[in-house]
Antibody, heavy 113, light 113 residues
Framework: EVQLVESGGGLVQPGGSLRLSCAAS????????MHWVRQAPGTGLVWVSH????????TYADSVQGRFTISRDNAKNTLYLQMDSLRAEDTAVYYC??????WGQGTLVTVSS | DVVMTQSPLSLPVTLGQPASISCRSS???????????LYWFQQRPGQSPRRLIY???NRDSGVPDRFSGSGSGTDFTLKISRVEAEDVGIYYC??????????FGQGTKVEIK
């Protein structure tokens, strides 16, 4: 069974940093592109970032370009999202997803002073 | 960026009756490889998104056959042949042809009358 378990969310002040993790199991992690998608409270889904199978290619939404960094450790079956210079508008539930066919339960990031 | 526009945004339906959601893209979603990367997702209250349909009309494993997807080019439709109580939630279309970014529609809230 495919499982994706996010962690690392929490409350952070504006300008601060957080690193999200997504532990994958039940499939060959290194064979799949991975994405982060976020959902601000009461709003819709917004794609954040993607990484290819070996981590050599990444893309970002304009809203996070230069502030967020996606990475992966295929030996640990784990996806990461390093979030720096956080803003109030980054407040959201962050989901990791395997090519959009499987999703984690999400982790809440709240940016507030 | 490709803009995805869903209608209606709210859809009250009677149990056992059909429901239909429209999704229009700002440009054709036909990829140079001949595929059309249009997806549909369901998000039940308090849950993570779940993919229902991939490449316009293919149902994911475990998705009831009362769900069907159709369309081409820029116009797509998700139909529920007979709405059940468990179908309550928000439905999103998403395009994966012209990336980055991958873009979602605003979401359509399906509720029981």
């Amino acid at each position: 069974e495919v499982q994706l378990v996010e962690s690392g969310g929490g409350l952070v002040q504006p300008g601060g940093s957080l690193r999200l993790s997504c532990a994958a199991s039940g499939f060959t992690f290194s064979s799949h592109w991975m994405h982060w998608v976020r959902q601000a409270p009461g709003t819709g889904l917004v794609w954040v970032s993607h990484i290819n199978r070996d981590g050599s290619s990444t893309t970002y939404a304009d809203s996070v370009q230069g502030r967020f960094t996606i990475s992966r450790d295929n030996a640990k079956n784990t996806l990461y999202l390093q979030m720096d210079s956080l803003r109030a508008e980054d407040t959201a539930v962050y989901y990791c997803t395997r090519s959009f066919d499987s999703w984690g339960q999400g982790t809440l990031v709240t940016v507030s002073s | 960026d490709v803009v995805m526009t869903q209608s209606p945004l709210s859809l009250p339906v009677t149990l056992g009756q059909p429901a239909s959601i429209s999704c229009r893209s700002s440009q054709s979603l036909v990829h140079s490889d001949g595929n059309t990367y249009l997806y549909w997702f369901q998000q039940r209250p308090g849950q993570s998104p779940r993919r229902l349909i991939y490449k316009v009309s293919n149902r994911d494993s475990g998705v009831p056959d009362r769900f069907s997807g159709s369309g081409s080019g820029t116009d797509f439709t998700l139909k529920i042949s007979r709405v059940e109580a468990e179908d309550v939630g928000i439905y999103y279309c998403m395009q994966g042809t012209h990336w980055p970014p991958w873009t979602f529609g605003q979401g359509t809230k399906v509720e029981i009358k």
